[in-house]
C-alpha cells in the first residue's frame, strides 16, 4: 500500500522520500514536498532567504487505511512538521511550519501555526480573544520575533516575544498562547525596548502567567 500511495505522488510531483510524518494513533499527520525538495535543501536553505519556485508542500491526514482523508496546501515549498503532539489539547494538535523568509527585511522567516486533527479533518488552531474574533495562531521567526514552547503541569504553553518600531519607538511584546478545554487563549505584556534574535530568548518571567 505505501508503495503504490508513493507511486502515486511521484506522478503529481511531491516527494514522498521527503515526507515528515508525525503519527496519531492508526493515522498520520504528514508533510508532503516537491519532488524537488529533498530533505538536505531543507537542512540547507531553511531560513536563508534564497527563493523557491517549487510547488507549495502540502500537509496531508492519512487515515488507517493509508488513504488521504485530509489535504491542506501550505504557504511555501520548504515545510517542517514537529512530531511531537501538544500537550494538553483537547484534538491532537501539531506544529506545522513554512518557510517564508526573504533575502532582506527583520520581519520575515519561518511561520509556525499549530494543526489540529478534529475527527478526520485538518484545522489551524484558532486563538480567542476578548472583543476580538479567533484568528489562526501564528508564531514567526524573524529578525525580531522568536518562540518556544514550555510545559504548564500536564499542559504546554508557547510563548511568542516580537518587537515592532512605533512613532515613540521601538515596543516588544511577549505572549503566552494557552490551550485548554475551550482551545487557544492568548495573554500579552507590551513593554518599551527592542528585542532582536541575535539575543537570548526573554526569561520566562517577562510573560504573562
Known amino acids: 500500500m505505501r508503495k503504490l ?20 494513533g492508526c493515522m498520520q499527520l504528514r508533510v508532503v514536498l516537491d519532488e524537488k525538495v529533498t530533505s538536505d535543501v531543507i537542512e540547507k536553505e531553511w531560513g536563508s532567504g534564497d527563493e523557491h ?6 500537509l496531508q491526514l492519512i487515515g ?3 488513504r488521504v ?3 491542506h496546501v501550505l504557504a ?8 511531537m503532539a501538544i500537550k494538553g489539547a483537547k484534538h491532537p494538535t501539531f506544529l506545522v511550519s513554512v518557510d517564508l523568509s526573504a533575502d532582506a527585511g527583520s520581519y520575515n522567516g519561518p511561520l509556525t501555526i499549530p494543526f489540529q486533527i478534529v475527527g478526520d479533518r485538518l484545522a489551524e488552531a484558532l486563538v480567542h480573544s476578548v472583543n476580538r474574533p479567533p484568528e489562526v495562531l501564528r508564531l514567526s521567526q524573524t529578525g525580531k520575533s522568536s518562540w518556544t514552547r514550555v510545559p504548564r503541569g500536564s499542559f504546554e504553553d508557547l510563548l511568542q516575544v516580537s518587537s515592532h518600531h512605533l512613532s515613540n519607538g521601538f515596543r516588544a511584546s511577549y505572549k503566552r ?20 534574535s541575535d539575543q537570548p530568548f526573554p526569561n520566562i ?5
Open 5 to 24: 500511495f508513493c507511486i502515486f505522488l511521484t506522478v503529481v510531483t511531491l516527494n514522498c522520500t521527503a515526507a515528515q510524518v508525525a503519527d496519531v
Open 53 to 58: 519556485f517549487e510547488s507549495p508542500a502540502v
Open 64 to 66: 488507517c487505511d493509508g
Open 69 to 71: 482523508i485530509d489535504r
Open 76 to 83: 511555501a515549498p520548504l515545510a517542517k512538521i514537529d512530531p
Open 177 to 196: 498562547y494557552s490551550v485548554g478545554a475551550l482551545g487557544w487563549r492568548v495573554r500579552e505584556i507590551t513593554r518599551k525596548g527592542l528585542w532582536e
Open 205 to 209: 518571567d517577562k510573560f504573562p502567567k
